[in-house]
């Protein structure tokens, strides 16, 4: 048996192997980390930061300026949807239930009815155009021309349904009782003054029912689509009245939303994209008013049409 000790390495002689291996580890992943670096900044600068995404309700989805809208948007960042329903009931229970980011399609005094109906708070975002009324026929050529105790059908949602009656006052078919407002139903009508009987159907079927009555108040959104033209209306409402205000349509929010700011951008891409205002224009026959009202003061219209509503039940 051998008397010799095994060799054992100094303690200097094995910690520097293990030393240089530490140190090249930590040069190698500092190394690593700039690359990954690098390669995360390049990959965003390529792609980009994800665009915002929105989902916009409206009626009438179809019409070519809400895809002029969609690529405007996209190009400043937003990723919007544009939804269509099929008539005016549904967008607003839509907004609410947060199937919708926001809406467009109705004017403040529409908002301020439901709001005042579902005991909810939506509020108006921006204002978009004010959209003139139209009474139309496709029997006669002027109002002079409907007969006394003709038909004539305006839509049956109330705000509208005021609007068509002030309309028709104004074309010398009917009488209101005290003068009309934008509160008048049927039920306001002075029969034994009136020209024309009055019938109230939903705003879609307004055009569909021509056939058979004398005339019809048709909604701007309505007309080319039933094969109408502006310019045959034989009478409208005027849209620069100075109280035409409360039929200023708006974009609607859920109160909560009111300073978000990627909505109040599209409200803003809306407003000055010129191939968007241009389409609205086509799509109304040149009868839209375009406006641009601040929020603050829609939403001051909207309080007082609400306050108005609420007293008024």
Do not use: C
């Not at 520097?16 to 530490?22: A, D, S, W, Y």
């Not at 020209?195 to 879609?204: G, Q, Y």
């Not at 929010?253 to 300073?259: C, H």
């Amino acid at each position: 048996m051998s008397s010799e000790l095994p060799q054992i390495a100094p303690p200097s002689s094995r910690r520097t192997p293990l030393i240089i291996g530490i140190a090249v580890l930590a040069v190698l992943a500092v190394v690593a980390g700039v690359l990954w670096s690098r390669g995360g900044d390049e990959a965003g600068a390529a792609g980009g930061e994800e665009n915002a995404k929105v989902v916009l309700g409206t009626v009438g989805a179809s019409d070519p300026y809400w895809q002029v809208l969609v690529d405007a948007a996209a190009e400043e960042g937003i990723d919007l949807e544009v939804k269509d329903f099929a008539d005016y009931t549904q967008p607003n229970p839509a907004l609410s239930e947060g199937e919708l980011d926001v809406n467009q399609f109705q004017h403040l005094v529409y908002l301020a009815e439901y709001n005042v109906a579902n005991d909810d708070d939506l509020v108006p975002l921006g204002s978009t155009a004010i959209y003139p009324l139209g009474l139309y026929s496709t029997k006669v050529d002027s109002v002079e021309q409907i007969q006394d105790g003709d038909t004539v059908v305006v839509p049956d949602d109330d705000s509208n349904q005021a609007r068509a009656l002030l309309i028709l006052q104004s074309a010398g078919l009917i009488t209101l009782e005290d003068g009309g407002s934008i509160y008048s139903t049927l039920a306001d009508i002075d029969e034994s003054a009136s020209r024309v009987e009055v019938k109230a159907i939903k705003a879609d079927l307004t055009p569909t029912s021509l056939p058979d009555v004398a005339a019809a108040i048709v909604n701007n959104d309505f007309v080319e689509k039933a094969g109408l033209e502006f310019e045959d209306a034989l009478a409208t409402d005027d849209a620069d009245d100075p109280t035409a205000l409360p039929y200023v349509n708006v974009f609607a929010v859920r109160a909560e939303d009111r300073d978000d700011p990627t909505l109040a951008k599209l409200v803003e891409v809306y407003q000055e994209t010129q191939a968007v205002l241009d389409g609205v224009q086509d799509v109304s026959g040149g009868t839209a008013e375009l406006v641009q009202v601040p929020q603050d003061e829609l939403q001051a219209a909207l309080d007082e049409v609400v306050a108005d509503t609420e007293a008024r039940q």
